[in-house]
């Protein structure tokens, strides 16, 4: 699905009316089309299959320990607001009798991430396409985020961080679960999210 962007510039000229200011304005001259790029690259995950990323895969002749990636950039905009939430995602999986290259499992989660969200949606999202597009023994998938719409509005909380977990396969036992969520602790030891 392509994005519609002089549809979105004529919404940001009718938003910027609805607000009281004047759209030709100097300084606004050119907010809708940065507004509608922007989007563009916000929603670029609509109508997307994250699957896609996971589709070259590479048999492996022994089961192996877990596969943990942490700390990968989480950018997405919240459905109910249209307001940014941004933070990490940590992914973990026991594989089957295949792996898939380290970098692809960034490209689902920026996939998912690039369409409107709630976190709740977003972690859920990520471990059902690991398992559709991997057929792992067990996932793990944890999201980190600051939600703007709880931090510049609202209660206005700035300093609040989401946790969402989503757990698949052998990896929803509490003590498996465990051993990777010290893993992912471990990792992301000192690191500030957001």
Request: hydrophobic share 40%; proline share 5%.
């Amino acid at each position: 699905m392509a994005i519609d962007r002089a549809r979105i510039e004529a919404a940001v000229v009718e938003l910027l009316h609805a607000i009281g200011e004047d759209p030709t304005k100097e300084g606004f001259s050119t907010t809708p089309e940065r507004v509608a790029q922007a989007y563009s690259e916000f929603f670029a995950g609509v109508g997307e299959d994250p699957l896609v990323h996971l589709a070259e895969s590479v048999p492996v002749d022994q089961l192996s320990d877990a596969v943990v990636v942490t700390n990968i950039t989480v950018r997405s905009m919240c459905e109910h607001h249209l307001l940014p939430f941004l933070g990490v995602a940590h992914l973990a999986y026991l594989p089957g009798d295949r792996v898939v290259g380290l970098g692809k499992l960034p490209r689902v989660v920026n996939t998912l991430a690039a369409r409107p969200q709630m976190q709740e949606s977003l972690t859920e999202q990520i471990a059902d396409t690991l398992v559709e597009g991997l057929d792992p023994r067990g996932v793990v998938v944890v999201v980190e985020a600051k939600h703007q719409c709880v931090g510049a509005r609202g209660v206005e909380q700035t300093d609040s961080r989401t946790i969402t977990i989503a757990s698949r396969g052998e990896l929803t036992d509490p003590v498996a679960r465990a051993e990777i969520m010290t893993l992912i602790g471990t990792s992301t030891a000192g690191h500030e999210h957001g």
